[in-house]
């Protein structure tokens, strides 16, 4: 049995009743893990998996990849889930970063700036700036694509507005990691 603290990158149904969860931890970098029974009503670990916070999971080795055995939550940040804006650029942002890194692969900067990109999301829903979150998440996309080596200087004085922006932003994204982006923040 392994203990990690981790962070919920995404969640898919897997049959009936089970989900297959994409965590992002401190030990081992991207799993998958499945979590059994987590669609049922008397299960006490798909509370934990549903809102963004950092958790302590027990997993579990088996014939077919890891289970998670326990979970609880270590740092919660709840204020985001009362936010559709700072919900929305978040998961978009946990949900790009699950499309772009291989599974087992740790990197201690990716996991500082998951935890970074949550505690800067409860930081700006007490000041109610939808301008200010969209900055956050180019900033977040940003140093994840610096911390893989795709970083690309950004010449800003050809850039006059958010939509430009973000088309530019996208361009790059899509040229680097040959694959369709989609962000909660690109329009």
Known sequence: MYHTDAI?????????YDQLVSLYTKEFGKVHAKVRSAKKITTKQANFLHTPSVLNCSL????QGY???????????????????ALGYILSFLNFVNSVTYQNQKDNKIWRLLVQA?????????????????????EWILQFLEILGLGEKINMEKINNKKQFNYYLKNILENK?????QLFGFN
């Not at 919920?8 to 009936?16: K, N, R, T, W």
């Not at 609880?72 to 709840?78: G, I, L, M």
């Not at 999301?121 to 700036?129: P, S, T, V």
């Not at 990691?177 to 982006?181: A, D, G, I, R, S």
């Open 67 to 85: 289970i998670l055995s326990g979970v609880t939550r270590k740092s919660a940040y709840d204020k985001i889930f009362s936010d559709l804006f």
């Open 118 to 138: 949550l505690g800067d999301a409860q930081a700006l829903i007490k000041n109610n700036n939808k301008e200010q979150m969209w900055f956050k998440e180019k």
């Open 177 to 181: 990691l040959e694959q369709k982006v």
């Open 60 to 63: 579990v080795l088996g014939r």
């Open 8 to 16: 919920v990158l995404d969640i898919i149904d897997f049959g009936e």
